[in-house]
DNA sequence: TTGGCTGACTATACCGATATACTAACCGCT
DNA sequence: AGCGGTTAGTATATCGGTATAGTCAGCCAA
C-alpha cells in the first residue's frame, strides 16, 4: 500500500492535518513551528510519501482535469489534415491546462456516449468542444452542459447558448485569399470544402468567400463549390470535367493538398494554370510540390486561449461568456501565381 | 449542487446501499425487489442522477485513467510526421482506453516533472510510455514507477526493466526494404535517422540496415549513415555533395519527405536516379509525389495491444511482463524503381 | 486571580459511493 | 416451538486528504 499522510504523522509524532499544512497547504503553514515542519517533512522524505491526487481533488470536489471532445479519431484515413490541425490545438490545449494544473482527457465522441457521460458524471472540471455544432442532438447536449464549457470554431451564441468561443477570423482569411488571387488577376474562383452539412464554420467560410467574390464583382454561382466526400473522389471528376477556373480556396489543407496533387497527375500545371490556396498553413504545406500558399490560424494560442476562457470560467472569474477571434495571415508560397503564368 | 446517492435515496424512501446496488452494481441489484428497484429508477430519474464517478473511483482505489507519456509536443515544427505518427498510435490508444471503460490522458513529458510525478501520485491506474528511454534519468524513473507501465517502441528489458513492451519488427522491416532495394538492383545504399544519440529503435533499425546490407554483399560505412538534424540542413549538404547512393532508406516518414523534396529541388530523379524508402506508411506517403515507398507498421493494432496489455497487468491478468512483436510490411509506391531507370 | 489573547497543535466531520456486517421478517421443516 | 435458510433491506466504516472548530499551554494586563 501507498504511503499516507497518515503514515507521515504517525512518523513525525503530529496529526495528520498538521503534515497536510506542512506538505501541501502553503497558506497554514505559518502555523506550524520551524522545527515541526521540518520533522514532518524529513518523515515524509523518509517514507517516500506521495500525495493522493485522487483523493485531494475528491476532497476539494474537483477533478483538475480538462476533457477535449473532439468529432473523432486523430488519425481519420485520407483526412490527414485532420491530425495535423488537432496536433497544433492540441499542443496549445495541452499547455495551456499544465501551465494551470489541469490535465487533459481526450474524449472521442464517436466512442460511446462520451459527450453525455462527459458532460455530468463529475470527471471533468470543464470541457473543450472541438467539432461540429449544429446537430440537435449536439445543441442539446451543450445546453443541458452542468460544467463550464468553451467552444473552438463554433460560435453558438445564435442558438442562445452560454458558453465562451474561439474563433479565428474568416472574414480576414477567406477576404485576404480571395483578395491575393484577384490581385493576381484570377476571375474564376472555387471553393472547396468537406461534405459536412453541420459544421458550421465551413458555412462560414463559404460565405465569406461568396461575399468577398461579389464585392470584386466576381459571380459564384453552386457549381463554384465543390463538396468532396470522405473518398475524394470529387476532385478527380472535377479536374476530368476540364478546368472551369484558375484558382481554388480550400477550407483545409488536406483537402487543398489532394487538388493539387491531382491536378499534377492530370498535367495541370500548378501554378501556371490553377493556384490554389490551402487554410490551416501547417507545416504539411512546406512538404508538397509546389509547396502550397495557406491562410494560417495561430492554432496553438488559440489552444491555449480556450484553455484559459475555461479556467477562468471554472474559477469564476468570467461570469459572462467571451468571444475571441484570432487573426488569419497568409502564408503566400508557390501554389499561387499570375493567372496563366506557365513557369 | 449536484444530485447524489443520498438524494436518490430519501426520495425512493430507501437507504444509498440499495441505490448504488439497483443503479450501478449489477452484480447485486438481485438483492433488490423489483418494486424497489423500479422506485429507485424512477427517483433518479425525476432528480437527473447523475453518478459521481471520481468518488466512486476513490473509493474502489483507481482512477480508471491511463496516463500516456509521451516525448514532446504533438506539432513539432519541422517534425511534421510526429504527429502524424503519434496520431495513428493515439487512435488505437485511445480506441482500446475506451473499450475497457478507461480514459487517457497526455502528459508530455517536456512539461514540468510529469514523468515523475505522474509515475507515483494515484492518478493513473497505468502508464504508456511512448518515447526513447535510454537517458539515465528515464531509466531511474522507469525503475522507480509505482504502476503498471507499457513501452510502445522501447526494449527494455537488457536494462532489467520489468515492464511489458509493444514493438514492431525492424527485422522484418528494415530487411525487407534492403531486399526490395537489392531486387531492384541497387547496390549503394544509404540509411538516414534524425539525430538522437538515445533514441535506442533508430540504433536498432540502422543495426538491422547494416546487417542486412552485408548479407547481401553491401559494405556500409560511416559516409552511409546519414544524421540529419532539427532543421534538416544535412539534407541539403547531402545532394550537394553529390549523390553518392541510389537509395536510401529513412527511419521514418518525414525525414524521407525531406529527402523526395530536396531532391527535386536539386533536379535529381525520384525514383529514376534516386530511391527513397520511409518508414511507418503513414496516409502522408500518397499526398508526396511521387508517392513514398514506406515500411509499415501497424500502429494503431499496436496502440490498442499496448492498452491490453497494461489493462490486464493493472487486473493482476498478466503476472509477468510480456512483449509483443508485430509484424512490418513494406508499401511499394512509386519512389522505388530499378537502379538508373528514368521515367 | 482572572480574563483575554496568541501560537501551536488536535479532533472531528466530510466529500460520495460502496464493501461489509448486521437485522428483521418470513418460510419450510422437523 | 425451535432451527436453519433465504430475502430484502439497513447501519456503519472506509478510501485519503482537508476545512472547521476546538483544545491547551503560556503570557500579559488589569
Redesign the pocket.
Known sequence: ?????????ARA?????????V???K??A????????ERVRQAAEELG????????N????QTMTIGILHGSGFARPKLNEGSRYFACLMDGLIEGAFRNGYSVTLCPQLLSDAPESAMGD?RFDGLVWYSSVSSDANLGALARCSVPLVLIHSRTAQFGSRHSAVLCDNEQGIGGAVEHLVELGHRRLAFAMDVSPLNLESLDRLAVFRRHCALHGIETGDRDVLEVGWDRREVDSYFRGGLRHTALIAHNDGLAAEFLNRAKDFDIDVPGQFSIVGFDSTSFCDELRPTLTSISQPLREMGECAIDFLVRTIQGELPEPVEQIFPCGLDIRESTAIVGDRT
Open positions: 500500500m501507498a504511503v499516507t499522510l497518515r503514515d507521515v504523522a509524532g503530529v496529526s495528520p492535518v498538521v503534515v497536510s499544512r506538505l501541501h497547504n497558506a497554514q505559518i502555523r506550524v513551528s520551524d522545527a515541526t515542519a510519501y506521495r500525495c493522493n491526487v485522487a483523493a485531494r475528491f476532497r476539494a470536489q463529475g
